[in-house]
């Protein structure tokens, strides 16, 4: 089950330089897939990943801001 946590984890570690755009986009997409997500909080993850899963294309992005209101 995929939880708020493992959302801000997953920001902090490539906004510490501790994955790259790739992984955290590769990531957010197989999450979507997946679709397992914490109860209650399902509507405010899937938000903060569809954001995420974009940000490989140049007209999206993901600024620092993004990150940080996410976690």
């Known amino acids: 089950m995929l939880t708020r946590q493992t ?3 997953h920001l902090g ?3 510490n330089h501790r994955i790259n755009l790739a992984v955290l986009v ?3 997409e197989n999450a979507i ?3 397992e997500l914490e109860d209650g909080y399902e509507k405010l993850i899937m938000q903060a990943l569809e954001r995420i899963a974009a ?3 140049k ?3 993901l600024l620092w ?3 940080l209101s996410y976690i």
């Open 26 to 28: 590769g990531w957010a």
């Open 59 to 61: 007209e999206f992005g």
């Open 13 to 15: 570690d490539y906004l």
């Open 55 to 57: 940000a490989d294309v």
């Open 7 to 9: 959302v801000a984890q």
């Open 65 to 67: 801001e993004d990150c």
């Open 33 to 35: 897939v997946q679709g």
